[in-house]
């Protein structure tokens, strides 16, 4: 894994900010998506988009990343946790009280570019 910081890692992370950033409203992805088509641990994709600036934050779609299992994830800030679904809930997605995606087949956005 390329050190934080080092010209790898903010290549790396360029990458990921631009695949979240296509994600379209009312869809998702997992952080494991992400980490298959660039080849990198689901983790590391988490870490870079828990490091987002407030200006990222606002601009990017960060709260349509979710865990593998289409859950918001637990590990997150439970005021994050409860933005990350209010944010997806205004798109249309609904979550479960166990904050899972519900009917994920169909809100589900593969990865591809």
């Not at 494991?32 to 828990?50: D, E, M, Q, T």
């Given at each position: 894994?390329?050190?934080?910081?080092?010209?790898?890692?903010?290549?790396?992370?360029?990458?990921?900010?631009?695949l979240v950033a296509l994600i379209p409203e009312g869809?998702?992805?997992?952080?494991?998506?992400?980490?298959?088509r660039l080849k990198v641990n689901p983790r590391r994709?988490?870490?870079?988009?828990?490091?987002?600036?407030?200006?990222?934050?606002?601009?990017?779609?960060?709260?349509?990343?979710?865990?593998?299992?289409?859950?918001?994830?637990?590990?997150?800030?439970?005021?994050?946790?409860?933005?990350?679904?209010?944010?997806?809930?205004?798109?249309?997605?609904e979550i479960d009280g166990k904050g899972f995606v519900?009917?994920?087949?169909?809100?589900?956005?593969?990865?591809?570019?």
């Amino acid at each position: 894994m390329a050190a934080a910081g080092s010209e790898a890692s903010e290549r790396l992370r360029a990458e990921v900010l631009r695949l979240v950033a296509l994600i379209p409203e009312g869809r998702f992805t997992t952080y494991g998506s992400i980490a298959f088509r660039l080849k990198v641990n689901p983790r590391r994709v988490a870490w870079f988009l828990a490091r987002l600036s407030p200006e990222e934050a606002g601009v990017l779609p960060w709260h349509r990343v979710v865990a593998a299992e289409g859950r918001i994830s637990r590990g997150m800030d439970p005021a994050l946790r409860a933005e990350q679904q209010e944010l997806l809930e205004a798109e249309g997605l609904e979550i479960d009280g166990k904050g899972f995606v519900l009917d994920p087949d169909r809100h589900f956005h593969a990865i591809r570019s």
